[in-house]
């Protein structure tokens, strides 16, 4: 059974930092990209960031030289280091795992920015 399981989300403050990590367990296809993907209230999800297998990564604009997108392949997981966190980043937090048959969601993380 396959399983993404997400951690480190929570209620921080404007300014704060969040590490968010997502270990995948059960896949038994080889994993490509990973990454994280965000829906606000009453908005569509959108993509955060991703990483490839070979370590390259992709940013949203909004959130480029503030967040960091990671990975250990040994572990199928995948993190995300969240610096100078803006209130407009509050939203749940989706770990995406993507092999070639098909795409795998966590269930997500909360992550809350106050004012």
């Known amino acids: 059974q396959v399983q993404l399981v997400e951690s480190g989300g929570g209620l921080v403050q404007a300014g704060g930092s969040l590490r968010l990590s997502c270990a995948a367990s059960?896949?038994?296809?080889?994993?490509?990209?990973m990454g994280w993907h965000r829906q606000a209230p009453g908005m569509q999800r959108e993509l955060v960031a991703s990483?490839?297998?070979?370590?390259?990564?992709n940013y949203a604009d909004s959130v480029k030289g503030r967040f960091t997108i990671s990975r250990d392949n040994a572990n199928d997981t995948v993190y995300l280091q969240m610096n100078s966190l803006k209130p407009e980043n509050t939203a749940v937090y989706y770990c995406?795992?993507?092999?070639?048959?098909?795409?795998?969601w966590g269930r997500g993380t909360q992550v809350t920015v106050s004012s």
């Open positions: 995406a795992v993507d092999t070639t048959p098909r795409r795998y």
């Open positions: 990483i490839t297998s070979r370590g390259s990564t």
């Open positions: 059960g896949i038994i296809f080889s994993i490509d990209d």
